[in-house]
């Protein structure tokens, strides 16, 4: 099984700040199987990133990713008051399908 | 458009069994896998497993193997996930999913989520 090991566990930023978020799998991944989730409360996970750099459909180009093997990020630009939420990796290339453990994005 | 619809809200004493449906629509059933996650109160995102909508061959994460089990009626495109030997700390929210996102349908990455299922599990 590969775990994904997210950092950090809570960020504290201001609207306008930048968040970096970090995801490390236990062993190397696919870029092309690795993905991100944006998660509000009260809501099923919305996905932002997939293969690892590409948006999905919809989602504004603040957020970007980056990475491959065992070092993935999350960047967000500059955090809009809708930003802030939960962020899962997870990667899609083996079973059993896995997620990191999550990434809150909190208001200072 | 793609929905999965699932079923109602249920609350099960310790040592009962949960069955929940997820009703699938807007694009060809049987050309893809239906994933099970859960999410515990305040907690991550867990995969608990996933069915083969066409063979109807299941893959469980080892922690569910034995409890859990995925099945699904072609005719009605609906997957029924029953997890047996409930206890407390399986009350969570359960999701039923196509986390597909390596395909491109439509130009946009295969990934839908159903509404969730909250099971709660108290005597």
């Known amino acids: ?108 | 458009q793609v929905q999965l619809m699932q079923s109602g809200a249920e609350v099960k004493k310790p040592g009962a069994s949960v069955k929940v449906s997820c009703k699938a629509s807007g694009y060809t059933f049987i050309n893809y896998y239906i994933h099970l996650v859960r999410q515990a109160p305040g907690q991550g995102l867990e995969w608990m497993g996933l069915i083969d909508t066409s063979r109807g061959e299941t893959v469980y994460a080892q922690k569910f193997q034995g409890r859990v089990t995925m099945t699904r009626d072609t005719s009605t495109t609906t997957v029924y996930a029953e997890l047996s030997s409930l206890r407390s700390e399986d009350t969570a929210m359960y999701f039923c999913a196509l986390l597909s996102p390596g395909i491109i349908v439509g130009g946009r990455p295969f990934d839908y989520w159903g509404q969730g299922t909250l099971v709660t599990v108290s005597s």
């Open chain 1, 1 to 108: 099984e590969i775990v994904l090991t997210q950092s950090p566990g809570t960020l504290s930023l201001s609207p306008g700040e930048r968040a970096t978020l970090s995801c490390r799998p236990s062993q190397s991944v696919r870029s092309t199987h690795l993905g991100w989730y944006q998660q509000k409360p009260g809501q099923a996970p919305r996905l932002l990133i997939y293969g690892a750099s590409n948006r999905a459909t919809g989602i504004p180009d603040r957020f970007s990713g980056s990475g491959s093997g065992t070092d993935f990020t999350l960047t967000i630009s500059r955090l809009e008051p809708e930003d802030f939420a939960v962020y899962y990796c997870h990667q899609y290339g083996s079973t059993p399908r896995t997620f990191g453990q999550g990434t809150k994005v909190e208001i200072k």
